[in-house]
């Protein structure tokens, strides 16, 4: 018998400090009116003191009081981000610690701004074989410890934060329809955060020149702006459409839209491309910005804890990413 899957808790959690669009214009050669205009966003918000793993366990824990669930029944913890604050231990697993979930297995998973909807998604493959019941998922980052304060391109599009969700064997909540995952790792150097350089005592680091030594070893955050753009626009569009025709569902039939919150405008020229009206698309980047793969999560949490959504409402979660990475999950609200 084939087992469903649905969403029976959601969180979130966003750091308290608020940096505006005018903050922004005392560190770089920017406006409120630029970024308005070009991306939506007015504020944003940015960690003081608190990492990544803060952020999930914050999110995570009010997912699973709204789950009504305890730690210990958690069997998997998946942690979707970027800005872990180790390469190791995984997020995930100081986050099982913080919580108490004892019987929970937990791993890092990374897909960028996709992170959320790939870790849906394998959420969805363990709890339909079997393996396991309960599966919690945080998307969470802190990517204001990657981004370059110089670069007025970057940095005015990002913020922190953390969104998560509970994922169970059942009908109720949001059950998830149909799923579409994608990549196209041809356009990896499209959004880019190095990691740590190959340097060795086999190396002749002579051969590296000074300036690029220097930067080196320093993740930050390097994009092509108008690829990104093109390539959001065209994966939203082609997701939607996957998972609409899985499940033999037309634009009509779907009351909301929670796309990835990266740019106000990616989000109208996709409404416009695929035709259904922007109004059924739920925007809050601009209070966060870009939170990558919190941003879905946030977003769903903010919808869900709204009065907006009825029993039988169709729900599209749409992601897009480094990578390349994008997806889709629908879901059906009870
Ligand atoms: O999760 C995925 C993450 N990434 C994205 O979703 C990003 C997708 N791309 C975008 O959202 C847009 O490409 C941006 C918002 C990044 C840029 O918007 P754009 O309309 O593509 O602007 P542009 O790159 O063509 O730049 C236009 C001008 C340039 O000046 P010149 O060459 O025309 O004199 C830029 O230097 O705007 C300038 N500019 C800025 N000016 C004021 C770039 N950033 C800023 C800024 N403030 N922050």
Redesign the pocket.
């Known amino acids: 018998m084939m087992s469903h899957v649905g969403i029976i808790g959601t969180g979130r959690y966003l750091p308290e400090n608020i940096m505006t669009n005018d903050d922004l214009s005392n560190l ?4 409120d009116e ?2 308005r205009t ?2 939506g966003i007015r504020e944003r918000r940015i960690s003081v003191g608190m990492n990544t793993s803060d952020l999930a366990y914050e999110a995570g824990s009010i997912a699973l009081k709204n789950a009504g669930l305890k730690p210990e029944e958690i069997d998997l913890i998946i942690c979707a981000t970027i800005t872990p604050d180790y390469f190791m231990p995984s997020c995930a697993c100081i986050v099982q610690a913080r919580l108490g979930a004892v019987n929970a297995a937990a791993f890092d998973l990374t897909a960028a ?1 996709t992170g959320m909807i790939y870790g849906m998604v394998t959420a969805e493959q363990f709890i339909k074989s079997g393996m396991y019941k309960n599966v919690l998922v945080i998307g969470a980052e802190t990517l204001s410890k990657v981004l370059d304060w110089k670069d ?2 970057t940095c ?2 990002f913020g922190d934060g953390a969104g998560a969700v509970v994922l169970s064997n059942t009908k109720k909540g949001g059950m998830i329809l149909a799923t579409n995952l994608e990549a196209d790792g041809s356009k990896y150097d499209h ?1 880019t955060c190095s990691a740590i350089p190959l340097i060795n005592p086999c190396v002749n680091t002579e051969d590296i020149s000074a300036s690029r030594l220097k930067m080196l070893g320093q993740p930050k955050i390097r ?1 092509l ?2 690829e ?2 093109k390539y ?1 626009v065209r994966t939203i569009t082609d997701n939607l459409k996957a998972v609409l025709s899985k499940v033999n569902l037309k634009n009509d039939d779907i009351a909301y839209i929670i796309p ?1 919150q ?2 106000q405008r ?1 989000i109208e020229q996709a409404s416009k491309f695929i035709k259904i009206p922007i109004q059924k698309f739920f925007i809050n980047l601009d209070r966060y910005g ?1 939170t ?1 793969a919190a941003s879905i999560g946030i977003a769903l949490d903010e919808l869900a804890k709204s009065d907006k959504l009825s029993t039988g409402d169709k729900v599209i979660l749409v992601g ?2 480094g990578g390349m990475t994008s997806g889709a999950v629908l879901l059906e609200w009870s």
């Open positions: 770089v050669d920017t406006s630029w970024i070009r991306t701004c007025r391109s005015v599009l959004l994009m702006g108008q990104v753009f959001a990835h990266a740019n990616i870009n990558s897009f990413g």
